[in-house]
């Protein structure tokens, strides 16, 4: 599957891009919120499955509208690094590991929840999922689709074997991501050369519309930058203006921030 092969639907606010796999169509909703969120919906046999939630109330009843108009039956959302906006499809199964669901209500996620709150206010919807089943690594099966979790440090990735694609929480080939260090710098390069090796067509990320391969390659060639763009600093910023310097064109300042800030800790 290519990464723009799809139908585009223009709504409201957000927009959807719909991939037709044959027997699974791949929804991906694109937010057009003010932090890039992107939702994702798998439809089977009249059967839903919807990874990650929309947390502005606007985008909440814009998707919830557009998943009644599917008329299909909603099995579970799969909640891993976006914990907030529970009246989201209130009534539904909500999917977790342990790992997400402390990241969520307690850990950094709940840290970022408070920040957004205070920096959106009422239009932000900053109450938390609560887990109604929770997931272990391996596979498992939801809505007629085979998922395998596997666990990450603040939530869970999840492959898609029936589309042969991936779900993480971040990639954005042409826009900057939180990169906690050198060491976590490698990880995540470690993380995006296995993609390679197992040639997934795409990779579903929660603030970036589908990506593929060669922007994993891109991707990867941008975290060794940083690494030697840090190692020639001596702090957050000098390396800032550097790494603006090599990429102009690229979103995501304020995650440069956030990332220059755990390369230069005060």
Same mark, same amino acid.
């Given at each position: 599957m290519n990464k723009i092969n799809f139908k585009n639907v223009k709504l409201a606010k957000g927009e959807m891009n719909i991939y037709d796999f044959g027997a699974v169509k791949l929804h991906a909703y694109k937010t057009n919120d003010l932090i890039d969120d992107e939702v994702f919906v798998l439809e089977k046999g009249g059967r839903l499955v919807v990874i990650e939630s929309p947390c502005f109330f606007d985008n909440i009843t814009e998707l919830e509208q557009y998943i009644n108009g599917l008329g299909a039956v909603v099995d579970g959302v799969m909640i891993s690094y976006h914990a907030a906006g529970s009246t989201f499809l209130k009534s539904a199964?909500?999917?977790?590991?342990?790992?997400?669901?402390?990241?969520?209500?307690?850990g950094g996620g709940k840290a970022l929840i408070d920040n957004f709150t205070q920096a959106f206010g009422s239009s932000f919807d900053n109450s938390i999922h609560t887990t109604t089943d929770f997931l272990?690594?391996?596979? =498992?099966?939801?809505?007629?689709? &085979?998922? /395998?979790?596997?666990?990450?440090? !603040?939530?869970?990735?999840?492959?898609?074997?029936?589309?042969?694609?991936?779900?993480?929480?971040?990639?954005?080939?042409?826009?900057?991501?939180?990169?906690?260090?050198?060491?976590?710098?490698?990880?995540?390069?470690?993380?995006?050369?296995?993609?390679?090796?197992?040639?997934?067509?795409? =990779?579903?990320?929660?603030?970036? &519309?589908? /990506?593929?391969?060669?922007?994993? !390659?891109?991707?990867i060639e941008y975290l060794e930058q940083l690494k030697k763009i840090a190692d020639e600093c001596k702090d957050a910023e000098e390396f800032k203006g550097k790494v603006a310097q090599m990429y102009p064109n690229y979103s995501g300042t304020n995650y440069l921030d956030m990332t220059a800030e755990f390369f230069f800790p005060k």
């Open positions: 199964q909500k999917f977790a590991t342990k790992n997400a669901d402390d990241y969520g209500h307690k272990e690594n391996g596979r =498992v099966n939801i809505g007629g689709i &085979t998922f /395998e979790i596997v666990d990450t440090n !603040e939530g869970y990735d999840i492959i898609i074997p029936e589309i042969n694609a991936v779900y993480t929480h971040m990639l954005g080939h042409d826009c900057h991501s939180i990169v906690a260090g050198s060491t976590h710098a490698d990880a995540i390069i470690a993380t995006l050369k296995e993609y390679i090796t197992r040639g997934y067509d795409l =990779v579903l990320t929660s603030h970036y &519309t589908p /990506e593929d391969l060669k922007d994993v !390659e891109t991707k």
